[in-house]
């Protein structure tokens, strides 16, 4: 009987060695990490680490360094019996290595997994300078383009465009942007449009929204100018004249004079602040057709006003002295009575 046991046993410690060692060579654990992806910058100072094992574990042993010799006094291990670990303590903002070993349940630890390394960024982007339009600007385009300049810094742009100043109601809010613009494709409603745009790094860091920039669509054309002096159809002695008009809501007028009334050739188009124009040089005799029309703040153009015109003439025909006019008077009555007498003799 104590032969039997004793055989059993040596059987026993045998089948475990075995298992042992079989297990020393076939069952190593293999560690492969999850996340952060590599080469990662990320926007949480105090991430999870999460990795995955290709059979299972009893332990895993991680390694966090800002080098990756893993030897820094910044150095920081533990372990664990999950697949993850959250840093407990804010991260600085820097690059740091990584990797994991596991352990399975022979207590054999495999090697280690291949280096990870991800950067911390909690720090937003700076605030985007606004380019176009200029804030409180009028404009007649309704399908402008707003404009802001680039960073390098920055991976995607948000903006805001409101008829409201508190962005209660968003007409455009299309999520992140590459570009460093917006073009409406749709027209615009005349009124106050109100924008703003923010940045994005790539970590994820939002900065602060931009001051809110305004502009306003407006398409209407202003009034037509009615023309006042000189008079239509004037006939003027001088060759310089004032032109006058009507005042209307503009901030540039336009003024073409020409000898032709279809306005073909020019022999003045200027433009003008003023609801005057003098004419600076001498015009020749004869007849001259002008018009105005207005443009507003907004660059609206309105229409031309109605064609008048003037004669200008500055060469006057001399009179007769009147002495001359009695004598000549004076003789052609003697000739119509002698010929009456004679007339009357020969009857």
Not at 208 to 223: E, H, L, M, R, S
Not at 239 to 258: G, K
Not at 319 to 335: D, G, K, R
């Amino acid at each position: 009987m104590k032969k039997i046991l004793s055989f059993s046993l040596i059987v026993l410690c045998f089948s475990v060695f075995i298992h042992v060692q079989i297990d020393n060579v076939q069952g190593i654990v293999y560690t492969y990490l999850d996340s952060p992806n590599n080469t990662a910058i990320i926007n949480d100072n105090t991430p999870r680490l999460q990795w995955g094992a290709s059979g299972t574990t009893s332990l895993c042993r991680y390694q966090i360094d800002t080098v990756n010799t893993f030897d820094s006094p910044n150095q920081y291990n533990g372990t664990t019996i999950m697949h993850y670990v959250d840093i407990w303590f804010p991260l600085n903002e820097t690059t740091y290595y990584w990797r994991v070993q596991s352990r399975d349940h022979a207590y054999v630890w495999g090697t280690y997994s291949s280096t990870w390394y991800f950067t911390v960024d909690i720090t937003p982007p700076a605030i985007p300078v606004i380019a176009s339009p200029a804030s409180g600007i009028s404009m007649c385009d309704d399908e402008p383009s707003l404009l802001w300049n680039d960073d390098v810094e920055v991976y995607r742009y948000q903006v805001q465009v409101s008829n409201s100043s508190d962005f209660s109601y968003l007409l455009v809010n299309p999520g992140d942007m590459l570009d460093n613009f917006y073009a409406f494709t749709d027209p615009l409603d005349e009124g106050k449009w109100f924008w703003r745009v923010r940045g994005k790094d790539y970590a994820g860091n939002y900065c602060n929204w931009t001051a809110t920039y305004n502009f306003t669509v407006d398409t209407t054309a202003p009034a037509i100018p009615v023309l006042e002096t000189p008079d239509n159809l004037a006939i003027i002695g001088e060759n310089n004249p004032l032109l006058d008009w009507s005042s209307i809501d503009a901030t540039l007028y336009q003024v073409q004079i020409s000898s032709i009334m279809n306005f073909s050739t020019l022999e003045y188009n200027i433009t003008t602040a003023n609801s005057y124009y003098q004419i600076p040089t001498t015009l020749d005799d004869g007849v001259w057709y002008w018009r105005v029309r207005g443009k507003d703040d907004a660059g609206n153009w309105g229409y031309w006003s109605a064609i008048w015109w003037f004669k200008v003439e500055t060469v006057v025909v001399p009179e007769l002295p009147s002495i001359h006019l009695v004598a000549i008077l004076t003789i052609a009555s003697s000739i119509i009575v002698l010929l009456l007498y004679r007339k009357l003799r020969k009857k």
